[in-house]
């Protein structure tokens, strides 16, 4: 499905460029502003978090036509997931939600990370657009 892969890029750059905002706003002070107000939205960590997520566990059960089963698009679908994650981690931990151990140690190591996993997932974004019939891209 066309609609589904070009909805990947979309939300994978922008959930990725929210995540990396702390490396953005030490580039562009006026951009970093700007993220910072959308990526502190508890509505927006929600809402963002639901969507990538979501849409990278469609892109590994859809398969877009000509593609390859699950690989074809694995890198953006985890991107998607992982980026969704750290977003409803992010939103879930301000409200004190109560997580079993295993889960809190992989919270904080995804929201240690967020800037790194925001980069990765706007590259995956860029790579996924450019080269839409790359193997795992």
């Known amino acids: 499905m066309y609609q589904l892969y070009f909805l990947s890029i979309i939300i994978n750059l922008i959930v990725g460029i929210v995540l990396a905002r702390s ?77 079993p151990r295993w889960v809190d140690r992989i919270a904080d190591f995804l929201v240690a990370g967020k800037s790194v996993w925001g980069l990765i997932a706007v590259a995956a974004a860029a790579l996924h657009f450019f080269f839409y019939q790359a193997l795992l891209l």
Do not use: M, Q, S
């Open 23 to 99: 490396l953005i706003a030490g580039k562009f002070p006026t951009l970093g502003n700007l993220l910072e107000t959308i990526g502190e939205a508890n509505l927006f960590r929600f809402a963002g978090g639901i969507a990538a997520a979501t849409v990278g566990v469609l892109k590994i059960l859809l398969v877009t036509v000509n593609d390859v089963l699950i690989v074809g698009d694995l890198v953006p679908a985890l991107a998607g997931i992982i980026a969704g994650a750290i977003l409803l981690f992010e939103c879930f931990r301000e409200k004190a939600v109560d997580f």
